[in-house]
């Protein structure tokens, strides 16, 4: 900092409290440079509080180290009780919201609106700051952004475009606190909306006359709120230890900002619509846990391959000019590069970047949820000075959240400048973005997405398209059947996965380059498509969203970013099961459609007549909550496929009776279900389905992903208790509530499970009270610490053993292993980067396994880490398997030749061992006649675990994302049944329900609730 600026810094800290005009300064401050206007009144109270609680001079800059005054706009005091960044007070969302609205009531420059409501009914809001003139013409100004967002609306007429991008005022939108524990957001946001409001400097002016600033300052209003109560009770109890914040929104924490592609969250799909309908250029999230200001909307390679260059070139102009302004502003530690891949368009700002806009996002340092001013000691990693940080953060500083807030101000006013100063050029790219993604439907294609009318999945596809439609996509319905060119079958693309989804699941790539060798598909044929199929043409505004999730990801091994931020691979038609035919032929923007507005349910009701009903099995997500729905009638489930009415019918579809049909018509009209009447039952063999009694079992370690189980099952209305681990081990007789416990995967291995977390010093509560008044109800503890434990491992034991379900997935399936739960299973994980959160292809192996009824076979996985099983016929567990080929013992000759030892003749036949048998990866290897001489660690045939489902072989083992190092995991089992006594643990390696992208594995969590006490139908057990 320069000598000038911290004589200033110690002038204004000496100015008496009471507001005077602000003086002496050399020069008039300018648009493009940040400074007081000498002619305004400055708050000196407040300017001083200001500058006694930042910690150091250089962590100010010339637009935050003073306050301008009104006598008519209340200050972020009036509510806080003290400024914004004030020690030890973390405001809650009402008091934000208080003081937003109290603005809007003093400024006709403020304005607050209602943008929807959370999961648990808390409001969210958005706030509009601008010049009296732009808020006087805000919905013209709104409708010329629409024109912009819509060039078809103005004809393509670039010269109009042009017209608008020189008369209209753009949005900057702005989010914060997302994350609840990145708490600094909202007093920062409190004090810019005033700022923006008030000062009648000529650089803020510049920016309140140029452009629009929306203002979300709370995102996950739940979690801030419980935030702010864990913050209290930590200062009400300084010497204590505090509770971490388990649960953030009601459902998700961290993984809050991974929703952008699915939209299950009201936050996301409040954002979203906020962002699409005020037309606005920019969606800038502020987070906190990089120091001191890390912009990281840059970002690292791999950019996502569906954005336009035109994009990616605004992130580096904006990125780097605030790095530089701000470093000429003499605040330490602002730098715009590092390890954020910009790949995944899951993050909430994302939204902006495929809905033609620019998405944004800071990391500031925060004290980790807490208002205190703290000593940080930072990392050599953190503070070397690199290419990107030549000016990086201190060693060690005091941290303070008005440190924070005047980071998180400056660079936001930063960028609002420059975007107010650059407006046309923004606007105008907004316009050739839009323009463009409109003609990318003939240029760089592909034309369009069909999604058939004789899907056999049609509630999935339903529920595909309701996504669409959340992300404003415009889908349309063709009128009469068409004929479009897609590539052969076999050829191939279709080897790499990238298959017409005629015979299996995904998306078929119409002229599509084939990955592995980067040649083009040129071997095409006609289909035919029958009227009532969806068509998303991608000659609209909003084509990049559709086209990012519908097609293949594909991340190369060798990429120089070796360690992917998030998921790499999400293809939605594979993961919701269900056909999307990708085609390149033009032809097809000429087949006769018309628009779908309103509700997307698929076709659904009763035909014919009779008292017996039938559903034909496919794994749709409806048949669960179809049969909660109706508790009192009878299900029965066929074990073997038959055919009925001239229909053929699955193994697993439903014989309902003693349901009255408008009843179940109802229902399925809504479930989007189709049942076909008939007065009597078909002849097959069958088992009832029962509405199994369920638990969802979480830890006090973390939520995080077992909130998106929780998530699907309210969404589906699928009833479940919903307990702890403390809770499973306090009751003895589990077995005589639930018929089903459901142990998503969560944080920590299979001991932190049973041992919880240290039980040193203080209990650490979780409970809804006076202190804490946010904490939800449907999930308490007096104490978080304790796990499982030794009873709770016992206890779980015996729940199984006396005829339920434990469906154990991922860290929890491993927990099961450890702990002796299964016998003859192993869990293998590849090591390094094998697999970071792609879809892989599996087989069906056991058809007959209720667990399968319905799924079809090729069926695209979700999987973490590339986990799999091993499964053998003894206690100890499975063989290890994998794809690999037989080798022989180190000797004589080549790799096919016999062995001779020598010294002696060569080996007579009848002293040979007998050929052994070829045992694939995913079965178990024969018993032999040793093990049977003394069969102690050899499992009953009735016991042993059964393979529902594997991995596919390696050559089509990738379906989309990053896939490393094949062999280790083609062939392997995924889901495994293991019967114990009279109960079953299901154990899956993948996670079949995750982010609300992979609802096509819903249905094998279903299938194993439904058919909970008849799992072993169908078994074909071993002689031995």
Not at 700 to 714: C, I, N
């Amino acid at each position: 900092m320069t000598p000038r600026r911290v004589l200033a810094f110690l002038l204004v800290a000496l100015l008496p409290v009471s507001v005077v005009a602000q003086g002496g300064t050399s020069a008039s401050p300018s648009a493009d440079r940040p400074g007081r206007d000498p002619r305004q009144a400055i708050d000196q109270e407040y300017t001083k509080k200001i500058l006694e609680y930042t910690t150091e001079p250089f962590f100010l800059s010339p637009l935050v180290d003073y306050l301008p005054a009104s006598r008519t706009v209340p200050t972020p005091k009036v509510v806080l009780g003290d400024i914004a960044g004030a020690p030890n007070k973390l405001p809650y969302s009402r008091e934000v919201y208080d003081y937003m609205r109290r603005l809007d009531a003093a400024s006709p420059r403020v304005r607050v609106f209602s943008i929807g409501q959370t999961e648990e009914g808390r409001e969210m809001i958005a706030v509009a700051v601008a010049s009296e003139a732009l808020m006087n013409r805000l919905e013209q100004n709104k409708a010329n952004l629409a024109k912009l967002a819509d060039p078809r609306s103005i004809g393509m007429n670039d010269a109009e475009a042009a017209r608008l991008a020189a008369t209209t005022a753009p949005v900057y939108y702005i989010t914060g606190t997302i994350h609840s524990p990145e708490a600094g957001a909202p007093t920062a946001l409190m004090e810019l909306a005033y700022r923006l409001a008030v000062d009648e400097s000529p650089y803020i002016r510049h920016i309140r006359d140029n452009l629009i600033t929306l203002i979300t300052p709370i995102v996950e209003v739940d979690g801030r709120d419980r935030q702010v109560d864990i913050f209290n009770w930590h200062m009400k109890y300084p010497d204590r230890t505090w509770p971490n914040l388990i649960y953030w929104g009601k459902y998700v924490a961290h993984d809050n900002n991974r929703d952008a592609m699915g939209v299950t969250l009201k936050l996301t799909e409040n954002v979203l619509n906020t962002y699409v309908d005020w037309k606005a250029q920019v969606l800038h999230d502020l987070h906190e846990s990089v120091p001191y200001l890390y912009d990281n909307t840059i970002g690292d390679g791999p950019y996502n391959a569906w954005v336009d260059p035109l994009l990616t070139n605004e992130w580096h102009m904006i990125g780097w000019n605030n790095v530089q302004e701000m470093t000429r502003l003499g605040m330490p530690g602002v730098f715009a590069f590092g390890n954020f891949d910009t790949w995944s368009p899951g993050y909430l700002m994302f939204i902006a970047a495929t809905h033609n806009g620019i998405s944004r996002l800071y990391e500031t340092f925060g004290n980790g949820g807490s208002a205190e001013t703290l000593e940080r000691t930072l990392s050599e990693g953190q503070t070397s000075r690199t290419w990107y940080r030549q000016n990086p953060p201190l060693p060690r500083v005091q941290w303070s959240l008005r440190n924070n807030n005047n980071y998180e101000q400056t660079g936001v006013l930063v960028s609002l400048n420059y975007f107010a100063t650059n407006k046309r050029l923004f606007l105008q790219n907004f316009y050739d973005k839009s323009k463009r993604s409109i003609l990318k439907a003939r240029t760089e294609g592909p034309a369009a997405y069909v999604l058939p009318a004789n899907d056999p999945r049609p509630g999935a596809q339903a529920e595909l398209l309701r996504v669409m439609a959340k992300q404003r996509v415009e889908i349309s319905r063709a009128t009469a059947a068409f004929t479009v060119s897609v590539p052969k079958r076999g050829s191939r693309s279709e080897v790499r996965g990238q298959r017409d989804t005629t015979g299996g699941s995904g998306v078929a790539a119409g002229g599509s380059r084939d990955s592995s060798a980067g040649s083009r598909v040129t071997s095409n044929e006609s289909r035919e498509f029958p009227a009532g199929s969806y068509i998303i043409r991608m000659d609209q505004p909003y084509s990049r969203i559709a086209d990012a999730l519908l097609d293949y990801q594909y991340w190369a091994p060798n990429d120089p970013q070796t360690n992917p931020y998030d998921d790499t691979g999400w293809t939605f038609p594979e993961g919701f099961a269900t056909q999307g035919v990708r085609v390149t032929d033009t032809t097809v923007l000429r087949v006769p459609v018309e628009a779908v507005t309103g509700p997307i349910v698929a076709p659904g009701g009763v035909t014919g007549s009779g008292d017996v009903f039938l559903i034909n099995a496919n794994a749709d997500n409806a048949l669960t909550t179809l049969r909660y729905r109706l508790r009192s009638a009878d299900f029965q489930a066929a074990e073997e496929p038959f055919e009925a009415g001239g229909t053929r019918y699955a193994r697993g579809s439903f014989i309902i009776r003693g349901v009255a049909q408008a009843e179940l018509d109802r229902a399925a009209r809504e479930l989007g279900l189709r049942v076909a009447a008939t007065a009597s039952a078909p002849s097959v063999k069958t088992h009832p389905v029962r509405a199994a009694r369920i638990a969802l079992m979480h830890t006090w370690a973390s939520t995080q992903t077992e909130g998106w189980w929780r998530l699907a099952f309210d969404g589906l209305q699928i009833p479940y208790e919903y307990i702890s681990t403390q809770e499973a081990s306090r009751d003895a007789n589990l077995r005589a509530k639930y018929d089903v416990i459901l142990f998503p995967p969560g944080g920590g291995n299979a001991q932190s499970i049973v041992q919880g977390m240290p039980l040193w010093r203080n209990a650490m509560p979780w409970k809804n009270s006076p202190e804490t008044p946010n904490i939800g109800t449907y999930a308490q503890t007096d104490d978080i610490r304790p796990g499982l434990g030794w009873t709770g491992v016992a206890n779980l034991e015996n729940f199984v053993k006396q005829g339920g379900v434990l469906v154990a997935v991922e860290n929890t399936a491993q927990f099961a292993i450890t702990f002796g739960y299964t016998s003859g299973v192993t869990m293998n994980t590849p090591p390094g980067n094998a697999v970071v959160g792609s879809l892989l292809r599996s087989r069906l192996v056991d058809e007959a396994s209720p667990i399968a009824y319905g799924v079809r076979d090729s069926l695209a996985v979700y999987s973490s880490g590339g986990e799999s099983f091993s499964v053998g016929s003894t206690r100890g567990g499975g063989r290890g398997g994998g794809a690999s080929t037989p080798q022989r013992a180190t000797g004589r000759g080549t790799p096919d030749d016999a062995d001779v030892v020598q010294g002696r003749p060569m080996l007579e036949d009848r002293f040979a061992l007998p050929p052994r048998p070829t045992v694939q990866p995913w079965q178990l290897a024969p018993v032999t006649d040793e093990q049977l001489r003394n069969p102690t660690q050899l499992i009953p045939p009735e016991q042993r675990p059964r393979v529902i489902l594997r991995f596919s072989d390696q050559r089509d083992l990738l379906v989309s994302g990053l896939l490393n190092g094949a062999g280790q995991i083609a062939q392997r089992p995924v889901v495994v049944d293991v019967p114990v006594e009279r109960g079953h643990i299901v154990l899956f390696a993948n996670n079949p329900v995750w982010r609300g992208s992979t609802q096509g594995t819903y249905g094998l969590v279903f299938n194993t609730i439904l058919h909970f006490d008849n799992l072993n139908v169908g078994r074909n057990d071993p002689s031995k």
